[in-house]
């Protein structure tokens, strides 16, 4: 069983509406958990990391929260454009480990 | 861009042979990772390298095997290619907390 599982799977939605992935993971000792945006063919850029003190980090229109004591965390998309369709992967470090999940795959419509 | 360039982009190569597949690192990164990662999976942890020494290694058998210059590139060698090896595989170098991952080669076995 991977130790970051990220829901849903993949998603749909339209140009200007907002999203939310989700990522829980049971990977301990927790360092840092990442988000990372991954175009088609193309390696993963990160957008945010977070450490066991922060519960929420933005980048743009990219918020990403963390709920150490649940092991969840989310990446919320605001006012969606084109260009984040994409896979969203959620990644946790702990002990100089990166642990990945599988990701979530965005398609936004016109 | 992150500064991290990989060669060649695509490759096909057929059962049994053997492959070496290059990154180039920014300058200063002494810490570069290699992953593979399967068609709708995240990456998987191949190894990493830290000043030209392997410092941690995945869950992948001894037929890949890796070498790190000091010019900060680094090869990724798999010998006696299975169909399975088909894959996007990534070099992604450190800095501090942050990877910068390269563009990635696609590799299909046939």
């Known amino acids: 069983k991977n130790q970051v599982e990220q829901s849903p799977q993949s998603l749909i939605i339209l140009e200007g509406k907002n999203c939310t992935l989700q990522c829980n993971y049971t990977v301990s000792p927790f360092s840092n958990l990442r988000w990372y945006k991954q175009d088609t063919g193309r390696g993963p850029v990160s957008l945010t990391i977070?450490?066991?003190?922060?519960n929420t980090k933005s980048n743009g229109r990219y918020t990403a929260t963390l709920d150490a004591d649940t092991k969840q965390s989310s990446l919320h998309i605001t006012a969606s454009q084109l260009s984040d369709s994409a896979s969203y992967i959620c990644?946790?470090?702990?002990?100089?480990?990166?642990?990945f999940g599988a990701g979530t795959t965005v398609t936004v419509r016109a | 861009e992150t500064g991290v360039t990989q060669s060649p982009t695509h490759l096909i190569k057929t059962r049994g042979q053997q492959v070496t597949l290059r990154c180039s690192s920014q300058s200063g990164h002494n810490t570069v990772s290699w992953y593979q990662q399967a068609l709708g999976q995240g990456p998987q942890f191949i190894f990493q390298?830290?000043?030209?020494?392997?410092?941690g290694r995945g869950n992948f058998p001894p037929r890949f095997s890796g070498l790190q210059f000091p010019n900060y590139s680094s090869e990724l060698n798999v010998n006696a290619l299975e169909l399975d090896d088909s894959a996007l595989y990534l070099c992604?170098?450190?800095?501090?907390?942050?990877?910068?991952f390269g563009p990635g080669t696609r590799l299909l076995v046939l």
């Open positions: 390298y830290y000043r030209e020494e392997e410092n």
């Open positions: 990644v946790v470090s702990a002990a100089a480990k990166l642990s």
């Open positions: 977070m450490t066991f003190s922060e």
């Open positions: 992604a170098s450190s800095w501090g907390q942050t990877q910068y």
